[in-house]
Every structure is written in structure tokens, then in C-alpha cells.
């Protein structure tokens, strides 16, 4: 009897570690042996391939992979036809949108897009930029970059377009944006004959819940309180929650038990707010996984 299988794509580079992390935290293991584009994962129903970004889309189209994990501007680059079953915040450096941004020279008399009708652009992301350029009805020379683009303007390259995070190399390199073409985040992106087994689907589906559950609670804490029923009111106005606290009745009927989830960084305001209120007992408790 053939055994249910589905094909996963785990980027290599950047995205490997992220990836490894969050896939741990939502409950598969994932190990990574050295030299070796085939990670190990404690889910007998998965097998994994190690692909790099840029071509994850190409081999999801194809049914060479039923399911991966690439940037949604690799999905337009390669203008793979694959369907995007969940977006991702995890990145090697933050958890904010990575930016493809045209950037010139600091002391480059290029203001606007418009001021490089004619002039040459270096970028690995040559479609994207084409495209870009196109809807500012601005005709450029675009080359493909095979690395190393911040250092090519102004001897190589007019412009650039290059992904930045955070913007620190690209002002290592005296280099300023003139304009972002593209944000982009990770996407889960599956083959559409996969969609359509029920099985594949149901498994994909299952992953995409655990994977983003474990994405919707970071930067969250859950806190635990006692408080008197006459302080009820005042420390409910305090709290934020997802929708409303959790509260409990407890053997003493002039005291309840509140739990809620906030925010961490509110916790050193909030905590303090609550025992001013009347809230005693105060425990705060990481928390793993946000199912809404």
C-alpha cells in the first residue's frame, strides 16, 4: 500500500534556521545534517527537500515539491503558478516584511524613478524590477547581479535594487532609497494538484494552523491575577485582551481568577497598574501557541 507522503520545500540559506525554529515550536523536529540536502523531520508523513528561494516557486509549480516555504517576491520573479495557503513573519534578522528598494549613491542626482529613464540598474530581481519600471512608464537597462550589488554605483550600476531589512548595509555603503518597489514575506505556497487531494490539503492545512499559531504568539504573555469582586471592574478596564479575559469563581465568592494574554512589552506598564487596582497573585506565563 503506498504510504500518504507530502513533499516539503525548506529554503536553504537565510530562511533554514527561521524555519527550523518556528517548525520546532509548532511541533516538528527538524534536523539539518551536514552536507546533505535532505533534513530530517519527526513526521513520517513529510519529506523534506532543502531548495534554495529563489527556485522554490519553479519546482512547486511543477509537482516536483506539493508545498514549500519562499518570499512572495520569488513567487513573482519566477511568476510560478502556485497558491499561497499562508503568510509568515520570520526573517534572519527581524520579524518585520523584507523590502526590495531602488537605492542610489548618496550624492546621486537621481531623485525620483523617473531619473533613470535610460540609465542602468543592477538587481537579482530583474522581472520585478522590469515591472516596476514599467508602471512608471520608465525605460532602463536592468542586469542581473550576481552578488555583491550595494557596491556596484556608481562605476557599475547607476541604481540598484537590493532587499534590505533593516537598511544598515545599505547605508554602510553610502547608499539612500529612493523608493520601495516591493514588501515581501514568507509564504507557505502549495502545487494545485495538491490542493485538490484531500488528504494533502488536510495535511497542509493542519501545518499552516500549528505554523501561524506559533507566529501570532510571539511578542505575547499570558498573566494570571486575583482579584476582589469590588476591584473587578477597575482592574477589567486596565487589561487589553485578545477579546475578553478568562474569569473564574473561586471557593471564596468575593474573589475571582482573571487570565488574559498581552502584549509583553505592556507588562512593566500594566502589571504595575493592575496591583494599584487591587489585583493580587499576579503570575506572568510564556506563552507557545495563539489559535484564534
Not at 152 to 169: C, F, H, N, Q, Y
Request: net charge negative; charged share 25%.
Amino acid at each position: 500500500m503506498t504510504r500518504n507522503v507530502l513533499n516539503l520545500g525548506i529554503p536553504s540559506g537565510s530562511l533554514q534556521d527561521a524555519c527550523g525554529e518556528i517548525f520546532e515550536r509548532a511541533g516538528y523536529r527538524i534536523t539539518f545534517p551536514k552536507r546533505s540536502y535532505y533534513p530530517e523531520i519527526d513526521d513520517p508523513e513529510i519529506d523534506c527537500l532543502l531548495v534554495r528561494a529563489q527556485e522554490m516557486a519553479r519546482y512547486v509549480e511543477q509537482g516536483v515539491l506539493d508545498a514549500g516555504i519562499t518570499g512572495h517576491d520569488w513567487v513573482l520573479e519566477t511568476g510560478a503558478d502556485v497558491a499561497e495557503a499562508a503568510e509568515f513573519v520570520f526573517s534572519k534578522v527581524s520579524r518585520r516584511p523584507s523590502r526590495w528598494v531602488l537605492c542610489v549613491p548618496n550624492d546621486s542626482d537621481v531623485q525620483t524613478v523617473a531619473d533613470l529613464q535610460g540609465k542602468r540598474i543592477a538587481t537579482e530581481v530583474v522581472n520585478l524590477t522590469r515591472n516596476y519600471l514599467a508602471k512608471h512608464n520608465v525605460t532602463a537597462n536592468v542586469e542581473f547581479s550576481w552578488g555583491a550589488t550595494e557596491v556596484k554605483p556608481p562605476r557599475l550600476a547607476d541604481a540598484i535594487v537590493e532587499i534590505t531589512e533593516t537598511g544598515s548595509s545599505l547605508r554602510a555603503n553610502n547608499l539612500r532609497i529612493v523608493d520601495e518597489v516591493l514588501a515581501s514575506t514568507p509564504r507557505l505556497i502549495v502545487n494545485h494538484a495538491a490542493l485538490k487531494a484531500p488528504w494533502k490539503k488536510l495535511k497542509l492545512d493542519n501545518i499552516a494552523l500549528m505554523l501561524g499559531s506559533c507566529l501570532a504568539a510571539e511578542g505575547r504573555v499570558g498573566l494570571m491575577m486575583n482579584v476582589c469582586q469590588h476591584d473587578l471592574d477597575a482592574v477589567i478596564a486596565i487589561l487589553p485582551a485578545l477579546r475578553n479575559p478568562t474569569i473564574s469563581h473561586l471557593t471564596d465568592p468575593n474573589w475571582v481568577a482573571i487570565s488574559t494574554i498581552i502584549e509583553e512589552r505592556a507588562v512593566r506598564t500594566i502589571v504595575p497598574a493592575l496591583k494599584q487596582a487591587g489585583a493580587t497573585g499576579i503570575v506572568e506565563f510564556p506563552i507557545n501557541k495563539v489559535i484564534e
